[in-house]
Structure formats: structure tokens, C-alpha cells
């Protein structure tokens, strides 16, 4: 077993093996620019393109035609909601969105609202669900984008999608879902869950960082955006720039392995998750944070008792790697605002760690961590006895 122990899968996912094997050639032999259509380098980068989008579109259930390339879940994220609010800004300016959504999603808001925007920002209830009955009562007449993620990133939460997409259909509204965290854990299919976008990204699902897409809905109803960024008119015009070849083919075998391996893949992790979850709760002064059964079967997010879970944090990193949260908010001193919109206290939030398991996990290394939690908690613990006595004295 190498040290220190990667329970960090919500954050980034090591590449697969056959996942880089796929890519090499992009890099030195067929290093052509899919946008050259005079000469055999630029046929092959395309028809490589080509391909990994029908691989990304059979995982979504989605139309090749509707998968379009970004950088990132990030990028996507930006364009799919400034995309709509900038096109629909004669029909509507007002955005619903939930307190729990992921920074970019709530930094996007923000910059929106700048702009003149109006946004909603749902609570959730203790468990991190959202009531439909809220939903239902939030829209307005000029309300022209919903945007609920499918999964959290730091508890696992899974919203109910499908009563989502019921309701903004009824209503006319486009509904958007970041489902980053949840492609690759669970089945996603953009048809039968009613979703009009979708964004995702290639690291979350054992592929290169740098390369995300986002699905745009061409039927039923068919959602146009203003493109975010112009050049050369690639990716149907949504997303200028020369395509990442090697990203792009990247994400596709990611997305074939996930497709036939995802299943298998997932009991193996959930076993290992409730192995895990179980033993730290046992150890008392304990709370699970997020619905205990309506969530992801990779993550669990658990505060431990107030002065202990912080500094639990700071002795596991030297050996485990664990986060406190969502890792594009991990530099901020900050506790979670996902944990928080939930009601926890700063202090309960402040105290909380999230472990997020992966494919590659072992049973050895679970053993591993939860001998470590234990043993930490004793001596933190130990610790503290003694200085109570020392000044009892």
C-alpha cells in the first residue's frame, strides 16, 4: 500500500491507464488540427473527435450532434447560463438556482446579477434535498432558466431531477443541471430525466483534466445560446477555438470505459464507502452530513465534534488525502456554504471532512484510514484530558 491514501475522488480522478494509452498518438503522430480539412492529419484528428463525441452522447443518451467541447465543467457552467440569459434577455431576466449549487454556478449568478439579472437561490432542507413546493413557488412569468445540479459535490446529494424537469417543462423554462459529480456514479439520461443542458467534465471520470463538454438539447424543445466566446466557429458556433484533440479523445474512452465498467465499479466503491462511514460513526461525537440514502454511493461527508474535526483534518492530511470540502474552495479559510445552507453552524461546517472513494481504493486502504481516524481521535483526545488536568491543577 503507497502513502499517502487518495480519498479525494470528488476532486479529481487519476487517469486510467487505457485512458492515456488512447491519447499518446494525439500528442506526436496524429497531432493534426480537426479544423484542417485539406490534408489527412486534419481527416484523422476529426474523425477521432468524432468518435469520442459519439461515445460521451451513448453515455448521456444524448445526440453526438448535442455534445459540445469546452475546457472544462467550469467553462460549460459559464456558457450555458450566460448563454441563455444573454439570448432570452427580451423574454425574461429572472434565474432560479439553489444555495448548494457549486461556486462556479453561484459565481456565474453573481456576475449575472451585475448585469442586471434577478436570482433566486433556493434553501434546501437539513438533509440537502430541495422542496419541489418551493421550486413550484419560485417561478415567475419572466423566469427563463432553472439550474439545479444533479449531485453535490460535497455530500452527494442527488436532487430529484425528473420532478425538476417536470416542473420547468410545464412552465416553458429551460432547466439546466451541473451534473459533474454525478456522470460516472450513477446512470444520467439527459431524455428520460428531462434535462435541456447538462454540463460535465473528462478528470471527474477517471479522464485528463482540461476537456469538459456540455450538452445542448436540439429537439423538444430546442435550446439555443449566445456564444461566450468567437472565433473560428467551431463546436457549431458555441465554442470557438482549436479543438484539445488529445483531451477530447481522452474523454471519449473514459466515457466508453464508464459505460460498460460503471455498474461494476460502483458496488465495488459503495461496499468500501459504508465499510468506511460505518466504522467513523461508531466512533461517536459523529454526524453524517446529506441524505443517508438519496446521495451518491462514492462520498461521505461526517463532522466530527467541534474542536476535534479541524485539527483531525491537519494530522490525517500527512498520510490520507481528504478534504474539508469542495476542492475549488479548499484555500478559502471559510467553512462549507454547502454544509451551512444545510443549517449547520460555522462551527459543526468548520469541523466537517469529506471522503470521496474511487475505483483504485482498497480494502486495505480503508482499514488503513479508519485505524488512523481512530487513533488520532484518541490521542487528540488523550491530549486534551491532560491539558484539562494540568489546569484543573
Not at 451513448?58 to 453526438?64: E, F, R, V
Not at 484555500?331 to 469529506?354: C, F, N, Q, T
Not at 470521496?356 to 484518541?378: A, D, P
Request: aromatic share 6%; glycine share 8%; proline share 4%.
Amino acid at each position: 500500500m503507497n502513502l499517502p491514501v487518495y480519498m479525494d475522488y470528488h476532486a479529481t480522478t487519476p487517469c486510467d491507464p487505457r485512458v492515456l494509452e488512447a491519447m499518446l498518438p494525439y500528442f506526436s503522430q496524429q497531432f493534426g488540427n480537426a479544423a484542417s480539412q485539406g490534408h489527412a492529419f486534419g481527416w484523422h484528428a476529426a474523425e477521432a473527435v468524432k468518435i469520442a463525441r459519439e461515445e460521451i452522447a451513448s453515455l448521456l443518451n444524448a445526440d453526438p450532434s448535442e455534445i459540445i467541447f469546452t475546457s472544462g465543467a467550469t467553462e460549460s457552467i459559464n456558457l450555458a447560463i450566460k448563454g441563455v440569459f444573454e439570448l432570452m434577455a427580451g423574454k425574461g431576466k429572472h434565474i432560479i438556482t439553489v444555495a448548494t449549487e457549486h461556486r462556479a454556478v453561484l459565481d456565474t449568478c453573481g456576475h449575472l446579477e451585475k448585469l442586471g439579472a434577478e436570482v433566486s437561490y433556493l434553501p434546501v432542507q437539513p438533509d440537502g434535498l430541495i422542496d419541489p413546493e418551493v421550486l413550484r413557488s419560485a417561478i415567475r412569468n419572466d423566469t427563463i432558466l432553472i439550474v439545479i445540479m444533479y449531485a453535490n459535490n460535497e455530500t452527494g446529494v442527488i436532487q430529484p431531477i425528473r420532478t425538476i424537469s417536470k416542473l420547468a417543462r410545464q412552465q416553458g423554462i429551460f432547466f439546466f443541471t451541473d451534473a459533474t459529480q454525478a456522470l460516472g456514479k450513477i446512470p444520467v439520461n439527459v431524455m428520460e430525466d428531462g434535462i435541456d443542458l447538462l454540463a460535465c467534465s473528462a478528470h471527474k471520470i477517471y479522464g485528463p483534466k482540461g476537456v469538459g463538454a456540455l450538452y445542448i438539447r436540439r429537439r423538444n424543445p430546442r435550446v439555443r445560446l449566445t456564444a461566450q466566446m468567437d472565433g473560428g466557429g467551431q463546436e457549431r458556433g458555441f465554442r470557438s477555438g482549436t479543438l484539445n484533440v488529445p483531451g477530447i479523445v481522452g474523454f471519449g474512452r473514459a466515457a466508453s470505459l464508464c459505460q460498460n465498467e460503471m455498474e461494476q465499479d460502483v458496488k465495488s466503491i459503495s461496499r468500501l464507502r459504508d465499510k468506511l462511514e460505518k466504522a467513523i460513526l461508531n466512533l461517536g461525537g459523529t454526524q453524517l452530513n446529506g441524505h443517508h440514502l438519496n446521495r451518491l454511493p462514492t462520498v461521505t461527508n461526517i463532522s466530527f465534534a467541534q474542536g476535534v474535526g479541524n485539527q483531525l483534518l491537519k494530522n490525517l492530511l500527512k498520510v490520507v488525502a481528504v478534504s474539508s470540502g469542495s476542492a475549488c474552495s479548499s484555500a478559502s479559510p471559510e467553512p462549507s456554504h454547502v454544509l451551512k445552507a444545510m443549517g449547520l453552524d460555522d462551527k459543526a461546517a468548520y469541523h466537517a471532512i469529506r471522503f470521496s472513494l474511487g475505483k483504485y481504493n482498497t480494502e486495505e486502504e480503508v482499514e488503513f484510514v479508519i485505524q488512523r481516524v481512530r487513533l488520532t481521535l484518541e490521542e487528540m483526545n488523550s491530549e486534551m484530558v491532560h491539558i484539562q488536568d494540568g489546569l484543573k491543577t
